[in-house]
């Protein structure tokens, strides 16, 4: 279990962003919660990274959840971003997820934060290592054929059952002359 947690949480009001930090607190208990509540201080957050979730309020004077998501899907696409608040109704927070929103979460369920930021990190774990495979795979695959191709004899993969070439190396095919 992952015990530190780095957190931007973009939210106006002191209160709602240390009940947030306390709930956090209690499943990461090395918490870090960064508190911003304007879009020049949330581009610098961004900017200077090292975040693991982003929570952010809905309704703020001057600055609004949607504007926070564009610009955290620019900027760090990778780290989940989840709407905590007390004003998002069903149908924005449905258009909010469409628009690259992980989840949401209301203020007056606040209950549901752990899960919702589980299953977010969760995702992120499976997707980083769906990306280390994939990776291998093709590096794998590079090296067959590097291999394959530098064998100085001719070589020829077949199919098992059906007999049939599919792959042959360039030494074979300067044999065949194809």
Known sequence: MKTFLNVLNLEDNTDDAELNRVMLSARWPHCQLTRVDRSEDFMRALGEGGF????????????????ALAMAREFCPQIPF????????EDTAIEAMKNGATDYVLKHRLVRLIPAVDRALREVAEREERER????????????RELFECLAEAAFLADEQTGRIIDANRRAEQMLGC
């Open 133 to 144: 495979a994939e990776k291998a795979m093709r590096e794998s695959e590079h090296k067959y």
């Open 82 to 89: 989840l709407f905590v608040s007390g004003t998002i109704g």
């Open 52 to 67: 693991d979730l982003i929570l952010s309020d809905f309704t703020m004077p001057g600055f609004g959840g949607q504007r």
